[in-house]
């Protein structure tokens, strides 16, 4: 056998998502194609974006584009950030700055884990958990949220525990679902979670996984569970919030509200298993723009009006959905409950949303927002003819 078995679990476990990205590859070139699978740009750049790039696209000095590490200023601007929106005192020595959030990803599993320890993932939840754990020689046990409306249910983690658990992943604002969780369900996990600790005689981390932390609708409030855990990881991406995802930018924040000599170990390790990793920083040029890029952001009123259009003609149309709280995904039940049938029906008449088979939601699909209003507009009737299954 040619490959490691980690390599062929990994493999195994994203399966339906490669097989379903290989199945999909024409559609971008296709200009009638109505696709809302990945959370993908579908209309140019923003110009916040490529300014900032471009005002340190030219180098100031030898080593402009030289091994870079944590830069200062993206360090600087994070930690700012994040007291900020958290009202957490983060300091730039707590911030590793990452390439998006599967970087940060693997350098929590890397400080925190040793082979064949457990990692507790939401279900549905984003499809990367799995062959990531596997590739890093972890068990995923799978954490069922809430039937009907995709809580995080705290019971169904408790029950997912083991003396072998090291890791528990959350993420607010969800993918796929768009739920977005609230303090007393963090404080209610902390609980569980400091109890399981005591119990098996081992911490068990929390890694909170915030990418979509800043999309989020209708005013609703963000709680991290780092307020409430002190033992929280946060990871964080650039690419949702800027919608430009092949720009990787992110990083992995450790909780200022940790014993000092644990988070002074957690800071001490972050370049050394950075470089370990593979060189896990981000370019030199993401890095340099970071500061720029703090406070820009895809237009959250165009994504609301276009939540607002989907959510409202398809929930008229009888679909039971999801209403989004926060990502730009919309979350529904298939007619005749069956994802990949009704998928494949729409991808026949040139409308492509993701089935929730990738999530190990086989009844269900996931609709990406970030397509523009005018293919919501052209693919509408589609999608409303094809709810009378239901
Ligand atoms: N976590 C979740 C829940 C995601 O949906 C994604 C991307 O889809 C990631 C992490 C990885 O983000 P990035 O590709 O920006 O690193």
């Given at each position: 056998?040619?490959l490691?078995?980690?390599?062929?679990?990994?493999r195994?476990?994203?399966?339906t998502?490669?097989?379903?990205?290989?199945?999909?590859?024409?559609?971008?070139?296709?200009?009638?194609?109505?696709?809302f699978?990945?959370?993908?740009?579908?209309?140019?750049?923003?110009?916040?974006?490529?300014?900032a790039?471009?005002?340190?696209?030219?180098?100031r000095?030898?080593?402009?584009?030289?091994?870079?590490?944590?830069?200062?200023?993206?360090?600087?601007?994070?930690?700012?950030?994040?007291?900020?929106?958290?009202?957490?005192?983060?300091?730039?020595?707590?911030?590793?700055?990452?390439?998006g959030?599967?970087?940060?990803?693997?350098?929590?599993?890397?400080?925190?884990?040793?082979?064949g320890?457990?990692?507790v993932i939401p279900?549905p939840?984003?499809?990367c958990?799995?062959?990531?754990?596997?590739?890093?020689?972890?068990?995923?046990?799978g954490?069922?949220?809430?039937?009907?409306?995709?809580?995080l249910?705290?019971?169904?983690?408790?029950?997912?525990?083991t003396?072998?658990?090291?890791?528990?992943i959350v993420?607010?604002?969800?993918?796929?679902?768009?739920?977005?969780?609230?303090?007393?369900?963090?404080?209610?996990?902390a609980?569980?979670?400091?109890?399981?600790?005591?119990?098996?005689?081992?911490?068990?981390?929390?890694?909170?996984?915030?990418?979509?932390?800043?999309?989020?609708?209708?005013?609703?409030?963000?709680a991290?569970?780092?307020?409430?855990?002190?033992?929280?990881?946060?990871?964080?991406?650039?690419?949702?919030v800027?919608l430009?995802?092949?720009q990787?930018?992110?990083?992995?924040?450790?909780?200022?509200?940790?014993?000092?000599?644990?988070r002074?170990?957690?800071?001490?390790?972050c370049?050394?298993?950075?470089?370990?990793?593979?060189?896990?920083f981000?370019?030199?040029?993401?890095?340099?723009?970071?500061?720029?890029?703090?406070?820009?952001?895809?237009?959250?009123?165009?994504l609301?009006?276009?939540r607002?259009?989907?959510?409202?003609?398809?929930?008229?149309?009888?679909?039971?959905?999801?209403r989004?709280?926060?990502?730009?995904y919309?979350w529904?039940r298939?007619?005749?409950?069956?994802?990949?049938a009704?998928?494949?029906?729409?991808?026949?008449?040139?409308?492509?949303?993701?089935?929730?088979?990738?999530f190990?939601?086989?009844?269900?699909?996931r609709?990406?927002?970030?397509?523009?209003?005018?293919?919501?507009?052209?693919?509408?009737?589609?999608?409303?003819?094809?709810?009378d299954?239901e």
């Amino acid at each position: 056998m040619v490959l490691s078995t980690r390599a062929i679990q990994a493999r195994n476990s994203v399966a339906t998502v490669t097989s379903f990205f290989a199945s999909i590859q024409g559609v971008g070139r296709d200009p009638d194609a109505l696709d809302f699978t990945f959370g993908n740009p579908h209309e140019p750049a923003l110009t916040g974006l490529t300014s900032a790039m471009r005002a340190q696209l030219e180098p100031r000095s030898v080593d402009w584009f030289a091994y870079k590490t944590s830069e200062r200023s993206a360090q600087e601007a994070v930690a700012a950030g994040l007291r900020g929106e958290l009202g957490i005192d983060f300091e730039p020595d707590d911030i590793a700055m990452t390439q998006g959030a599967f970087g940060a990803i693997s350098l929590a599993l890397a400080m925190l884990t040793d082979a064949g320890d457990e990692v507790v993932i939401p279900v549905p939840g984003w499809f990367c958990y799995a062959p990531m754990l596997h590739a890093a020689d972890l068990f995923p046990v799978g954490a069922p949220l809430a039937p009907v409306d995709f809580s995080l249910d705290v019971d169904e983690i408790a029950r997912a525990i083991t003396p072998r658990t090291r890791v528990v992943i959350v993420n607010s604002p969800a993918n796929p679902t768009g739920r977005v969780y609230p303090k007393e369900t963090w404080d209610a996990l902390a609980e569980v979670l400091d109890e399981a600790s005591h119990r098996h005689g081992r911490r068990i981390w929390l890694l909170s996984d915030e990418p979509y932390r800043r999309i989020r609708f209708d005013g609703i409030g963000f709680a991290s569970p780092a307020g409430s855990y002190p033992w929280t990881l946060i990871d964080y991406s650039f690419g949702k919030v800027l919608l430009a995802p092949g720009q990787r930018l992110g990083y992995l924040a450790i909780s200022p509200l940790l014993e000092p000599a644990e988070r002074t170990a957690l800071r001490q390790s972050c370049m050394p298993l950075q470089l370990a990793i593979g060189w896990g920083f981000p370019d030199a040029l993401m890095q340099y723009s970071a500061p720029a890029l703090e406070s820009v952001s895809i237009d959250l009123a165009e994504l609301t009006r276009k939540r607002d259009r989907m959510f409202g003609a398809l929930n008229d149309a009888g679909y039971t959905l999801t209403r989004p709280e926060g990502t730009f995904y919309l979350w529904g039940r298939a007619p005749g409950r069956d994802g990949a049938a009704f998928c494949a029906a729409l991808a026949e008449r040139g409308v492509y949303l993701m089935p929730g088979t990738l999530f190990d939601q086989p009844a269900h699909f996931r609709i990406s927002l970030t397509a523009t209003m005018d293919m919501i507009e052209r693919a509408l009737p589609t999608l409303v003819e094809a709810a009378d299954a239901e």
